[in-house]
């Protein structure tokens, strides 16, 4: 059965550059896109970032283009998310996930696959 299990996260202040891992049992990494999604107080979820478990093809949100970095290893089954110059904005929890199979755009802008039980992102000073 597939389990993803997040660490990472916590009080960040304003400009912090902290990292989120997740690691993922019960599943064949090469077929599965992996991605992680937010949740902020009184907004939508969206997808920040997925990467592709054939091609390490990404995506990211823009708002964290340029600011986030997606990877993931196989061998470990595990992917992180670096996140630099953190906004308060950023404030949310993140959630890993897996997709079987799934395109990336598709996976992050449809909020597809399994998800984690999410980690506490607080961005404040």
């Known amino acids: 059965q597939l389990q993803l299990v997040e660490s990472g996260g916590g009080l960040v202040q304003p400009g912090g550059s902290p990292s989120l891992s997740c690691a993922v049992s019960?599943?064949?990494?090469?077929?599965?896109?992996m991605g992680w999604f937010r949740q902020a107080p009184g907004k939508e979820r969206e997808g920040v970032s997925c990467?592709?478990?054939?091609?390490?093809?990404?995506y990211y949100a823009d708002s964290v283009k340029g600011r986030f970095t997606i990877s993931r290893d196989n061998a470990e089954n595990t992917v992180h998310l670096q996140m630099n110059n953190l906004k308060p904005e950023d404030t949310a929890v993140y959630f890993c996930?897996?997709?079987?199979?799934?395109?990336?755009?598709?996976?992050?802008?449809?909020?597809?696959?399994?998800w984690g039980q999410g980690t506490q992102v607080t961005v404040s000073s």
């Open positions: 996930a897996a997709a079987a199979m799934t395109p990336v755009k598709a996976m992050c802008i449809r909020l597809l696959g399994k």
């Open positions: 990467i592709s478990g054939s091609d390490d093809s990404t």
């Open positions: 019960g599943f064949t990494s090469d077929y599965y896109a």
